[in-house]
């Protein structure tokens, strides 16, 4: 359960009232310390009840939050509706729906184009690929580890980390990272803040002699499914990729839109992105375990819940290729 890193309760390492898309106060934390490189070794057999406490507590803080926003929400619909009743009225019909939110909502539904159906738009996440070299992964670790937190830290950058993992199960010795921008422009602001930083230069030669390839895509994330904010629950993670068969992704989205809700019954959820400049195709799905069992575990009783076999069913044909790998947060990491 990496009982070395993590915080006996998950109010400790990420209060209550932070619980938010915000990650920069959690990679801040971590830079210029001496990072132990992250290893299967450090998950326990017998942690399944400590992160099924984590993520009890967790879900109950996330679902505290969405009720406040609803009512906020509720609030200010019900202005809205107060002010609307001032202004002058239609015909009955034009009233009960385009003189409504909802129906003004519909509208603008209809106008949206592909990309906006599947993603939520707010975000573009960047998911980057290090291949590390054996004898330089411990090099590696404190290079990243140490710059990574630094300009996530920075609010100019524009950019948050949701996470950093090494594979351990899969491509071994490869290093995943995934970053969250305000859209396409704080991509570039962050791009351009990175290399215009006084100590980019130096990063950047010492991290070309540790790797061998380095290959990245931009991503939304999918409507349904909201990447989530920081938290330290424990265990390791599974990163699944699929390359679907071109012009196969809203009928993706739309049989794992009803799925999800199975699934996330039974399994931990961290995000799930479909790209859009890069490998084009590919969906990636995130989700967190205590540990190897547990994950079998999971897994097998998801079939048991209504609504995820037929799920399955329906996107099988859709896969040209599906890889899976197993990650270990590194300790800077804001999802572990």
């Known amino acids: 359960m990496l009982t070395r890193r993590i915080a006996p309760s998950l109010r400790s390492v990420v209060p209550p009232s932070s619980i938010t898309r915000s990650f920069s106060a959690v990679t801040a934390q971590y830079a210029d310390k001496k990072l132990s490189t992250p290893s299967l070794a450090d998950i326990t057999h017998d942690g399944a009840a400590d992160f099924n406490a984590r993520q009890r507590e967790f879900r109950e803080q996330l679902a505290a939050q969405q009720r406040q926003r609803e009512q906020a929400e509720n609030e ?20 009960l729906i385009y003189g409504t939110t909802e129906g003004r909502n519909l509208d603008k539904d209809i106008e949206r ?11 573009v996440h960047s998911i980057v690929f290090h291949e590390v070299k054996p004898d330089k992964v411990d090099e590696y670790v404190q290079l990243v580890g140490n710059w990574y937190p630094r300009m996530a830290s920075m609010p100019e950058h524009k950019v948050h980390l949701v996470g950093s993992w090494r594979t351990e199960v899969g491509e071994c010795d490869t290093f995943v990272h995934i970053w969250e921008y305000q ?16 100590d980019y230069a130096e990063f950047n030669k010492k991290l070309r002699s540790y790797i061998f390839s380095k290959r990245s895509s931009l991503m939304q994330e999918f409507s349904f499914w909201p990447t989530t904010p920081p938290r330290k629950l424990g265990g390791l993670f599974e990163l699944r990729s699929y390359t679907l068969h071109p ?12 799925g999800l809700g ?6 931990e959820g961290v995000g799930a992105w479909f790209v859009q400049i890069g490998e084009l195709n590919t969906v990636h799905h995130m989700w967190q375990f205590a540990d190897l069992e547990e994950r079998k575990v999971r897994r097998e009783q998801s079939w048991s819940v209504e ?11 859709l896969i ?11 300790p800077w990491s804001p999802v572990a």
């Open 76 to 95: 200010a619909r019900e202005r809205e509706a107060q002010q609307e009743g001032g202004k002058k009225k239609t015909g009955p019909l034009s009233s």
């Open 320 to 330: 040209q290729t599906m890889k899976s790998k197993i990650l270990i947060p590194c």
């Open 307 to 317: 609504g995820w076999g037929e799920t399955v069913h329906k996107t099988v044909p």
């Open 113 to 123: 184009s592909f990309s906006q159906v599947l993603a939520r738009g707010k975000y």
């Open 262 to 267: 199975a699934r996330k019954q039974v399994m």
């Open 247 to 258: 012009g196969n992704l809203l009928e993706w989205e739309t049989h794992w839109r009803r």
């Open 183 to 198: 859209r396409y422009e704080g991509y570039h602001a962050s791009l351009n803040a990175f290399e215009n930083h006084p």
